[in-house]
């Protein structure tokens, strides 16, 4: 015998051990005779958790617990719908469904049911070794209502491959098609619960809570599941978490419950979070209940599960309403017409016979007060009772149409065949029907996504008192808030439940602790901003074109700060640059008219040429200096303007030696001046040093840049100051250090000739030349080392305008006054008289 022989014979002796045909009660709610039957599974009594009725072999009875009016709502649901289809035409024609209800006593009477439908009409279950043209008792299973029950039916209805559609068991175990194949549901999962809740969380910026879970398969998953979510989130965290107690079936808390019960009241009431999630059956939670208003709680916002989202019974204990706000996730209300009336119907509707006419019964088919107490609580299941409900009547219409596409139905009959099991769960998962409105068809894991609703409990209403206020969508994994909440806070104001309050705009958060919802806000220094979708602990620093003010959530682009032409301070260094342009064209011009003059050919001849084009170059560059700098005119500040000063001086320069080499070196080494004369001395020397100057200018560029940068202004950040490099600085001052040589050879030259004949003797005016640009040079750079900013950049331009006026006016100068208003001492009979006069007093 194999292993699933083995398990069949087992599940055989088991059914005939647990039924006592003397205790059957026929009862017609709970049978209907018909062409197919379907099985019903509902808890129409209740009891918490109990291994009580483990200790011998037999079945419990379910009329010894209490009621469970939802349960007994849920079946009529599935009785309405069946006779429904049968009264309609264009459903199954000619074929009458029928139904075997069982109560399942929520937990406690589970395996019964599944042999009961497993076996055939003979209460035996044959072993086989092929099970493909087998027909147990029910086509299809609706129920039952919780996760831990239809696990158990379905570890025995999946091995014959019986669809089994349960209406309100949402675990996400029952998503594995491995383990539970033929499990469907017109429920969405867990997750999608979850996900509901915490957008609404989101939505309400809370993100400080409490989880309360039942000590239980289903409190433990659910707790577990938003747990995870949480994580992902980041966003909202968990003040405390703790099991909830389930006391034994009728009996009080026990001594040890009532402790621990007091213990998590204790903690609810010390914590700053006012948001409290429970996930528990809703047989454990009165007692949770009746504690919470003993200890006086108020201000708080209950956030219920599924399983006691729309329970009457806890919504019976009207007290509740001083505690806060209650709202729940549960299934989307859809009214279904005729069913409030037929819900609380007394008569009985005959049906006539089907083909099976020997309905048996079995175990918990009786239920003398549901009726009765169904009429008690008739207000409030009137449309609220309809949400769960709509999932047990879409259920049964989901059966029906995969019976209509099996048995090849038209308008007027189908094809009445044998209907097995497995083949008609091929059908069921293809089913795709519109119902009161609604699209509804299974998923790939079987699940029908139905919207979701979240509700709030009003105690003001006599019908309907949960009232949706937003839906959530799990195709679309979205929440739209459709109505606005009734909160019992003053003013209506919503509850806040923050460890730590939000922070102002432009201010991060500094952890406290472990727990990334409690923190310290912390303000943006200036210059840097928060971005908040970014990342909230940390201010990023503002580009360099930018800044920010303190508390900045953007930066905002600096003011750029250049030398302008509006500027007084660039007015006037214009003015003198154009009247250096000017006056040096006008000695460019007197010199090339009287070249060959003594004057001019003592001042240097063709050398003076040499100075004076770059002096009126560099004269009518200036304009770079204005402006925002970019690679040209930094490249004309850096390397043009240092060399054409460079040129000047070192003209300068070599002209002060020449002279004093012609009237002192020519007679004592006339050799080396012969050689100075033969390969154009002059001239060597100012390539030469011009070549320098041009390598430092070269080495400075490729070790830093040319390209402009901008630096901030040290005494206001919110300016920009445009310049040319960061190292700028050094580089002046590295080309600074070789004019101050040449300035001071240019000046020991002349004085070593201040004893010349007077239209010779030119060391009062180089001496001048060099000294102001000695001393102007040295004060630029004592001033760019304390000062920064666009004064700096006038400055420079200031004291470069002065130097090439100190060279145009202060060396050219009195030659073209000499040239113009004294011609007479511009012959070369009067420079011979006065070179015979100098030597004359020489000897």
């Not at 647990?18 to 059957?24: A, H, R, S």
């Not at 004019?739 to 180089?766: R, W």
Request: aromatic share 12%; proline share 6%.
């Amino acid at each position: 015998m194999g292993p699933q022989a083995r398990t069949c014979h087992l599940l055989f002796l088991l059914l005939h051990a647990v039924t006592k045909p003397g205790e059957l009660v026929e009862n017609s709610d709970f049978h209907l005779a018909g062409d197919y039957l379907l099985g019903g599974l509902f808890s129409l009594h209740a009891n918490v958790k109990s291994i009580s009725h483990l200790s011998y072999l037999q079945v419990p009875k379910c009329k010894e617990y209490d009621m469970k009016v939802l349960g007994y709502n849920l079946m009529q649901a599935m009785r309405f719908a069946v006779e429904e289809i049968n009264n309609c035409s264009a459903l199954l024609p000619g074929v009458l469904l029928g139904y075997e209800m069982v109560d399942v006593c929520y937990h406690s009477n589970n395996v019964q049911p599944g042999l009961y439908f497993l076996a055939q009409d003979d209460d035996f279950l044959p072993i086989l070794q092929d099970y493909s043209h087998y027909m147990p008792h029910v086509v299809a299973v609706i129920g039952p209502d919780n996760s831990e029950s239809a696990i158990t039916v379905s570890n025995l209805l999946s091995h014959f491959l019986i669809p089994q559609i349960t209406y309100s068991a949402i675990s996400d175990k029952l998503r594995d098609k491995k383990r539970f194949p033929a499990m469907l549901r017109t429920v969405p999962s867990a997750t999608h619960h979850i996900e509901a809740m915490v957008q609404l969380m989101l939505h309400f910026h809370w993100n400080w809570i409490v989880v309360l879970a039942s000590n239980d398969d289903y409190g433990r998953e659910n707790g577990q599941l938003l747990s995870q979510r949480l994580v992902n989130t980041g966003d909202i965290c968990i003040a405390f978490q703790e099991v909830l107690p389930i006391p034994e079936p009728s009996q009080g808390m026990r001594p040890e419950e009532q402790s621990q019960l007091d213990s998590i009241l204790d903690k609810l009431h010390r914590t700053t979070a006012r948001v409290v999630v429970v996930f528990s059956p809703e047989l454990a939670l009165r007692n949770f209940f009746l504690e919470v208003l003993r200890w006086n709680f108020t201000g708080l916002v209950w956030i219920a599960s599924e399983s006691w989202a729309i329970d009457p019974v806890l919504h019976n204990l009207t007290e509740l309403r001083h505690t806060g706000t209650f709202l729940g996730i549960t299934i989307q209300r859809v009214s279904i017409p005729g069913f409030s009336e037929f819900r609380v119907r007394h008569t009985k509707v005959e049906h006539p016979v089907a083909n099976k006419t020997n309905p048996r019964a079995t175990c918990n088919q009786e239920c003398d007060a549901c009726l009765n107490i169904t009429e008690s609580f008739n207000n409030i299941l009137m449309l609220s009772g309809e949400r769960v409900v709509y999932s047990v009547y879409s259920a049964v219409y989901a059966v029906a149409h995969a019976l209509h596409r099996f048995l090849s139905c038209n308008q007027i009959r189908c094809t009445k065949e044998t209907v097995n099991p497995w083949k008609l769960l091929r059908e069921l998962r293809q089913v795709n029907f519109t119902l009161l409105g609604n699209q509804l068809f299974f998923d790939q894991n079987g699940d029908m996504p139905m919207i979701l609703d979240i509700i709030q409990w009003q105690w003001d209403l006599s019908q309907n008192p949960f009232q949706s206020i937003a839906s959530y969508s799990p195709t679309h994994q979205r929440m739209s808030f459709i109505a606005n909440v009734s909160w019992h806070t003053p003013n209506n104001t919503i509850p806040m439940s923050m460890c730590s309050k939000s922070c102002q705009p432009g201010q991060s958060k500094k952890p406290v602790g472990l727990n990334p919802c409690c923190f310290e806000c912390m303000d943006c220094p200036p210059g840097t901003y928060l971005n908040r979708s970014a990342d909230e602990f940390n201010c990023l620093p503002c580009p360099a074109s930018t800044w920010s003010h303190k508390n900045g959530i953007t930066c905002f682009k600096r003011r750029q700060a250049f030398l302008e032409w509006h500027e007084a301070s660039t007015i006037m260094v214009a003015i003198l640059a154009a009247l250096g342009f000017f006056s040096t064209l006008a000695v460019l011009l007197i010199f090339w008219r009287h070249f060959q003059t003594p004057m001019v050919r003592s001042a240097g001849g063709p050398m003076c040429f040499l100075m004076l084009v770059p002096l009126l170059l560099a004269f009518g560059m200036v304009p770079v200096y204005v402006g925002p700098p970019t690679v040209f005119t930094c490249l004309c500040r850096q390397a043009f303007f240092t060399i054409c000063f460079s040129i000047c001086l070192a003209c300068i320069t070599v002209r002060s030696f020449q002279i004093v080499c012609v009237f002192k070196i020519a007679r004592r080494l006339p050799r080396a001046y012969g050689f100075w004369v033969r390969y154009r001395g002059p001239y060597v020397f100012v390539v030469f040093i011009t070549a320098i100057k041009a390598v430092l200018v070269a080495a400075n560029m490729l070790t830093t840049t040319i390209n402009p940068i901008g630096r901030t202004d040290p005494d206001d950040p919110n300016i920009m100051i445009l310049s040319c490099h960061p190292n700028y600085r050094n580089g002046l001052l590295l080309n600074t250090s070789m004019d101050l040589l040449l300035s001071v050879a240019g000046f020991s030259f002349a004085y070593m000739g201040k004893e010349l004949p007077t239209n010779y003797n030119e060391a009062k005016f180089i001496t001048l030349s060099m000294t102001f640009s000695f001393t102007s040079s040295t004060s630029l750079c004592t001033f760019m080392s304390i000062y920064d900013g666009v004064l700096v950049t006038v400055m420079d331009l200031l004291v470069t305008v002065l130097n090439f006026l100190a060279i145009s006016l202060g060396y050219f100068g009195p030659k073209c006054y000499m040239i113009l208003f004294y011609p007479e001492r511009n012959t070369p009979a009067y420079f011979n008289s006065m070179i015979q006069g100098y030597t004359m007093r020489k000897n």
